[in-house]
């Protein structure tokens, strides 16, 4: 099989959450896999002096509007969470050590649960306790995921993983890249799938 | 006949380009006429606190990439400017000169010869003389342009449209805004087909 398509994305990411939700049926279209990779744009935005969407003046009102437009416009289930964005590192870490002790599948499972838990049922999922709820919710020991979440091999991993996505380029979400080829955005599918079709564009 | 799009853009702004020349087509599609607005990101980013992409880090290089394969994607014609961005009030006062003296036709003319100029034949637009002499190719007589573009009441008339179009949210371009909805970026045309096909997504 071809090289995996490598995914980008941060949990309190809306466009990150709708790509997820699409990423895997686009890979297998292709005959591609999908390496999933949790990153925390607060920390790649002290390098870019990026901020949060809803955070800029003018853009903000927009941008909670085109999540609820780009969900319905893609039938992809979305209600406007109460907090946003939110700190993303317990999750992202959870998600790693999930992969590390039960295998990437688990931490897929994990991150679409994480995903869903936010942008469908409301969960403030900044508290580690919440995301170890979500872990419980897919039969992962909640307290396992807690103490595996706080380790300090883990959150180690977590910050070369946000450096090395870094180091490749990665500055939003969702950001795919295969083939030496980046898409920066869910609204870049459509590209990402002419150039898997026809290896370029 | 409907109401018309409003559509919102910076002579700088390749998305914009690319949007001018789409915008015609899908109008007509679904029996509307198009406003022409061109207006100043600069002036737009005192306010948001935005930059140009391409001086964005990590962005910036990604942007560029961006501009061509998105080009490419939907077949347009495009060549990397040497001069990236660059001032526009020149080119936006002239064609609201053309406007006020020629007519709205002429000026939506003059906007396509001005973004082809720009972004296919490498014209420095940012230059007065260079867009005299874009007018001059499609028969508008360049020391009235030149004399008109720097005239205090056409010089008011766009510190004016460009306040207006912050009023109504215009942050970025190309913007496009009818029957109440806005919309931001060529990569919602699919999104705005869809609002004026349905009246809602």
Redesign the interface.
């Known amino acids: 099989m071809a090289d995996a398509i490598d995914f980008y994305f941060d949990f309190s990411s809306p466009y990150g959450y709708f790509a997820a939700s699409r990423i895997e049926a686009l890979a297998a279209k292709h005959d591609r896999n999908v390496d999933w990779h949790p990153v925390l744009l607060g920390a790649v935005f002290k ?5 949060p969407l809803s955070a ?4 903000g ?2 941008s909670f ?2 999540f609820e ?2 969900a ?2 893609h039938r992809i289930p979305y209600n406007r969470p109460s907090a946003f964005p939110l700190p993303t590192q317990a999750a992202a870490r959870a998600m790693l050590w999930v992969r590390t002790t039960l295998g990437d599948a688990k931490a897929v499972e994990f991150a679409k649960a994480v995903y869903r838990a936010y942008f469908v049922d409301g969960v403030n999922i900044g508290e580690p306790s919440a995301v170890a709820q979500i872990g419980s919710g897919i039969g992962i020991d909640p307290a396992a995921l807690t103490e595996g979440l706080n380790s300090e091999p883990i959150k180690d991993k977590l910050k070369a993983d946000v450096a090395q996505a ?1 180091a490749r ?4 979400s969702p950001f795919m890249i295969v083939d030496g080829e ?1 898409f ?2 869910f ?2 599918f ?2 990402l799938d ?1 150039f898997l079709k026809n290896g370029k ?1």
């Open positions: 390098t870019t002096g990026g901020m800029i003046p003018m853009k009102d927009y509007h085109d437009r780009t319905r416009f870094m380029g990665v500055f939003g980046s920066w955005g609204d870049r459509d590209q002419a564009i």
